[in-house]
Every structure is written in structure tokens, then in C-alpha cells.
């Protein structure tokens, strides 16, 4: 005799598949959400195309999210904000040197942002910052803000453990932001075209820039004849 059929045991796990997909679907629609704003910018992006992205009706993603403004700060927040949390526990128990923490902070932040769709997020903030004055707002409080502070505290711990010298840590977070910001925002421009000489190295970009931030681009001046030289080493007199 054929095996009977459970449609009981059918129905439920139809109704646990549809649990799960609809516990799937907010991060799907932002996934959906974060590559259209990416590749059209927030306003030419429709709600109805993230939508159909997502796989799912224009109506499913207002039972999720109230407005495409409430889209947007759900994308930030699980792909840029979300972040600083972890960030700044790593700060406080990081073991090595201040210029050891700016590499590994440079290159953590290319590893999880700036090789990422999320860092296309930058060149749309930028270029609609003035027609969307409240998402520049929450962008501010959300990303810039905390990442200011972060990079602050690194600067400023370098300075009291005597490994940087005396400075305004405040006006310097721009000097360490300024290279991630120019590759983020030259990966989603110039680094689209089909141009060889368009390609950056990102690896190879943020050594250089790291190196240039920790020496600078003078060279080191010779010491005085008798005098103490770069090293440490007492210049041999003539």
C-alpha cells in the first residue's frame, strides 16, 4: 500500500518555510535597496524597483519600512553604523602601537566598508547631502560623527603615549580620512571605467598614504656636524 500522506506535517512545514522568508525578507530588501542607491543614487531610486529586486510587491516593503527615507537609514545602519560598536571595543583592548592601529584601522575599514557596495553610500551622501538635508542629518549623527570621534581618540592616544607629536587631534581626523574618502569615492567614479590606468591598487594606495601620514614628504634633515642625527646617533665631527 502506498505510504499515506501527513498533510498536516505538509502544511507546517510550508508555514515554517514562509516564517523563515519572512524573517529574510527586511535584510533582503535592504541588500536590495543598498545596490540600487549605489548604482542610481537616493533619488532616482523608486521604491517599487527595490521592490521587485527583492523579489517582492511594492506593498511588502511598506510592511517593513514606512518610507524610502526609513529604507535608506536601514541600509546605513546595518552597513556603516552598525560598525562602530565593534570598532571602538577593538580600540580599547588593542595591544600595539598607535601607527600599528592606524594600519590595522585603514585597512579593517577597506576589508569591511570600502571594498563593499557600502562605501558607494560616501559618493551618494556627497552628491545629495543638499537636496535631502534630514538623511544628511541622521548621516552625520549616524556615520561622520562616531567616525570622527573614533579616528580622534587614535590620534589622541598617540600623542599622550608620545608616539605622535603634539597636534590638534580634531582638525588631524581629516588628514587620516582624507585617503579612505578619496578611494572610496575614485572605486565609485573612475575606478568604474574600463581603463587600466583608472585602477587603483587599494592595498598598495593606503600603504603609500599610510606612509606619507607617519613620515610625511620631507626628507629627514642631516644633523649638525657634532650634533644628534635622526637615529639617535651622534654625527661624527669634522
Same mark, same amino acid.
Given at each position: 500500500?502506498?505510504?499515506?500522506?501527513?498533510?498536516?506535517?505538509?502544511?507546517?512545514?510550508?508555514?515554517?518555510?514562509?516564517?523563515?522568508?519572512?524573517?529574510?525578507?527586511?535584510?533582503?530588501?535592504?541588500?536590495?535597496?543598498?545596490?540600487?542607491?549605489?548604482?542610481?543614487?537616493?533619488?532616482?531610486?523608486?521604491?517599487?524597483?527595490?521592490?521587485?529586486?527583492?523579489?517582492?510587491?511594492?506593498?511588502?516593503?511598506?510592511?517593513?519600512?514606512?518610507?524610502?527615507?526609513?529604507?535608506?537609514?536601514?541600509?546605513?545602519?546595518?552597513?556603516?553604523?552598525?560598525?562602530?560598536?565593534?570598532?571602538?571595543?577593538?580600540?580599547?583592548?588593542?595591544?600595539?602601537?598607535?601607527?600599528?592601529?592606524?594600519?590595522?584601522?585603514?585597512?579593517?575599514?577597506?576589508?569591511?566598508?570600502?571594498?563593499?557596495?557600502?562605501?558607494?553610500?560616501?559618493?551618494?551622501?556627497?552628491?545629495?547631502?543638499?537636496?535631502? +538635508?534630514?538623511?544628511?542629518?541622521?548621516?552625520?549623527?549616524?556615520?561622520?560623527?562616531?567616525?570622527?570621534?573614533?579616528?580622534?581618540?587614535?590620534?589622541?592616544?598617540?600623542?599622550?603615549?608620545?608616539?605622535?607629536? +603634539?597636534?590638534?587631534?580634531?582638525?588631524?581626523?581629516?588628514?587620516?580620512?582624507?585617503?579612505?574618502?578619496?578611494?572610496?569615492?575614485?572605486?565609485?567614479?573612475?575606478?568604474?571605467?574600463?581603463?587600466?590606468?583608472?585602477?587603483?591598487?587599494?592595498?598598495?594606495?593606503?600603504?603609500?598614504?599610510?606612509?606619507?601620514?607617519?613620515?610625511?614628504?620631507?626628507?629627514?634633515? +642631516?644633523?649638525?656636524?657634532?650634533?644628534?642625527?635622526?637615529?639617535?646617533?651622534?654625527?661624527?665631527?669634522?
Amino acid at each position: 500500500m502506498p505510504k499515506s500522506i501527513n498533510f498536516c506535517e505538509i502544511a507546517a512545514n510550508v508555514r515554517a518555510k514562509r516564517e523563515r522568508r519572512k524573517d529574510a525578507r527586511p535584510g533582503e530588501l535592504i541588500e536590495a535597496a543598498l545596490e540600487l542607491f549605489v548604482e542610481k543614487g537616493f533619488a532616482a531610486t523608486r521604491a517599487e524597483e527595490v521592490a521587485k529586486r527583492a523579489g517582492v510587491s511594492k506593498g511588502t516593503l511598506f510592511l517593513y519600512f514606512s518610507s524610502k527615507e526609513e529604507l535608506f537609514k536601514a541600509v546605513v545602519r546595518e552597513n556603516l553604523s552598525g560598525q562602530f560598536t565593534e570598532w571602538n571595543a577593538m580600540f580599547d583592548c588593542f595591544p600595539g602601537t598607535t601607527p600599528e592601529m592606524l594600519k590595522f584601522c585603514m585597512h579593517s575599514w577597506w576589508e569591511r566598508i570600502g571594498s563593499t557596495k557600502a562605501s558607494g553610500i560616501t559618493k551618494l551622501m556627497m552628491s545629495e547631502a543638499g537636496n535631502f +538635508p534630514e538623511l544628511a542629518e541622521f548621516y552625520k549623527a549616524e556615520v561622520i560623527r562616531p567616525g570622527n570621534l573614533l579616528i580622534q581618540r587614535m590620534i589622541q592616544r598617540g600623542i599622550d603615549r608620545g608616539e605622535f607629536r +603634539p597636534m590638534d587631534a580634531q582638525k588631524a581626523v581629516y588628514t587620516v580620512m582624507a585617503p579612505m574618502l578619496f578611494l572610496a569615492l575614485w572605486t565609485h567614479s573612475f575606478g568604474t571605467l574600463d581603463d587600466a590606468s583608472s585602477h587603483l591598487n587599494p592595498e598598495e594606495f593606503l600603504a603609500t598614504q599610510l606612509d606619507t601620514l607617519l613620515n610625511g614628504l620631507c626628507a629627514p634633515k +642631516p644633523a649638525p656636524a657634532g650634533g644628534i642625527n635622526a637615529q639617535g646617533i651622534m654625527a661624527a665631527s669634522h
